[in-house]
């Protein structure tokens, strides 16, 4: 009987002691599960927050990154780190088809396209298809192609006179009248010109003109000034057929050079890369800014820019 007993007294002390385990276990079950969807649904917000944003990236890598192996393999490393969908390249010298495609394949992009391979290239590389491809006019760099439902204009104006951006522009706007009003367009590149909109911080800075004036002596062939001022008609041109300027929209009264970085010690100041939408993109906007850190500050003499819109 006292045998009996106390297996009964045992028995029922495991039983205790397997409730305790089982109740603690449950409010670690509950704990974990309190955590665990709080932290799934934090990151799959933010999944679901970037899988309607559509990001484009816009670079003068200056010459293909000069055939530098290094550089390029930083580039790699640094682009993840911006997570774009759809790459604009101006300068992209060295590289074809052949060459665009295995760099862009290697960073998680399927769509590459190439146009002047023989000069300064145009490049677009893109997650999703390029579609809707024109034909490349041979009198300037310009890619004019789709990416979805977006109509690209990848541009690299000519360095060295007003009047031939003047003409260039001329050639671009007339295609992107073609385009019904309703669509989106995108415009982006190397513009090689200053915008009418940053006048105040050029034409009223005396080292600054200064420093153009010295620009166009030491490289004949060179036209900024018209006049003795800067012309700023290739970007008025733009403003006039009312697209607008992605990086300026939100910072009316500020500036920001483009041009040049780090790997250059002069300091004659400009803002001519750009990337401009058309009043169709407007309500979809959500950011533009400059990337400046320590691979831009020398990868390229341009800094690169970036659009983030709304899908």
Known sequence: MKTKLSLLKRAAA????????????????????????????????????????????????????RGDTARIAQFKQWVDTLKPSVIAFQEMKGFGPTGLKALATSIGFNYSLIHHVNGLPVALISKFPITDIKSK????????????????????????????????????????????????????????????????????????????????????GTKILNNGKIDYSTIQSVINEGYKDTWKLFRANKYDKSAPTKLRNHNNFTRIDYIWMNNTLVNSYVDSYLVKDTFTDYASDHYPMVLILNR
């Open 137 to 220: 006019p041979s009198t300037l760099h310009l890619i004019e192609a789709s990416v979805l439902d977006y109509h690209f204009f990848v541009i690299h104006l000519n360095p060295d006179t007003y009047e031939k951006r003047k003409e260039e522009i001329g050639i671009i706007l007339d295609r992107a009248r073609l385009i019904p009003s309703t669509e989106k367009v995108l415009m982006m590149g190397d513009f090689n010109n200053m915008s009418p909109q940053d006048s105040s911080f050029y034409d009223n800075n005396i080292s600054k003109m200064n420093l153009v004036r010295a620009s166009e002596i030491n490289n004949p």
């Open 14 to 65: 495991l039983m205790l002691v397997l409730s305790c385990i089982f109740i603690s276990c449950r409010k670690e079950a509950a704990k974990l599960t309190t955590d665990v969807p709080v932290s799934g649904v934090k990151k799959a917000r933010s999944i679901n927050i970037d899988s309607t944003k559509f990001k484009v990236l816009s670079y003068n890598i200056y010459e293909g990154f």
